[in-house]
């Protein structure tokens, strides 16, 4: 399709069902004809993806939150410069199941580090790379947590902090989603899976047409 590439981010807490929803709305889109790219964070790169090893291994408990602030900016920053940007320079259209907004909420509010400091430590590893729409699947920590539990027989390192961890977690998408609105967009993921689909649907629509 003759356009630049399109960048759209999904995030949420643990259990929200983002990944389901990346693969319904790659297959959406495919089937209107666009060249899709679906990655994810950490990880997208072989780079990338030995530091996912090391940052969601229950083995570390004791990473410092500093450290574990740079080892996602770190991932981020080979993801960029090697799948994002040259993807997006060709016209993909690119889904990433997580983002910097990630970053923001985990180690900025969960870990306490701050807003302003994750997203000074991201603003280079960024590359100038924004996403045009980020997708906020909002369920509360408590709920996603059960889901996720369900799905899975061994949570990751950072699934398995306690509660309270992933409410302030949770507090940080909120926080970015009130200082970024035009980006970042909320979908009620306490739905069933069509219903959730169905927002995302509208919403990508809505982008794609103010981009044509």
Do not use: W
Request: net charge neutral; hydrophobic share 40%; aromatic share 8%.
């Amino acid at each position: 399709m003759d356009m630049a590439g399109i960048f759209i981010t999904f995030e949420g807490p643990d259990g929200a069902g983002k990944t389901t929803q990346v693969k319904l709305l790659e297959r959406h889109l495919r089937q209107r004809g666009y060249d899709v790219l679906v990655t994810r964070e950490p990880g997208g790169t072989p780079v990338g993806e030995e530091i996912r090893k090391i940052l969601l291994n229950r083995n570390y408990k004791d990473m410092d939150a500093v450290t574990e602030m740079y080892l996602y900016a770190a991932s981020r920053a080979q993801h960029v410069r090697q799948v994002i940007k040259p993807a997006l320079n060709e016209g993909k259209m690119v889904l990433c199941d997580r983002f910097v907004d990630s970053s923001v909420a985990y180690q900025g509010f969960g870990r306490g580090l701050g807003m302003d400091v994750v997203e000074a430590v991201n603003r280079y590893a960024l590359g100038g790379i924004v996403p045009d729409l980020t997708l906020f699947l909002n369920i509360r920590p408590e709920d996603a947590l059960a889901r996720g539990r369900i799905r899975s027989e061994e949570l990751d390192r950072l699934e398995s902090e306690e509660l309270e961890f992933h409410r302030r977690v949770y507090q940080g998408f909120l926080a970015l989603q009130k200082k970024y609105p035009e980006r970042i967009k909320e979908v009620d993921a306490s739905r069933s899976i069509d219903e959730v689909f169905e927002q995302v649907r509208r919403l990508v629509e809505y982008l794609l047409s103010c981009k044509k």
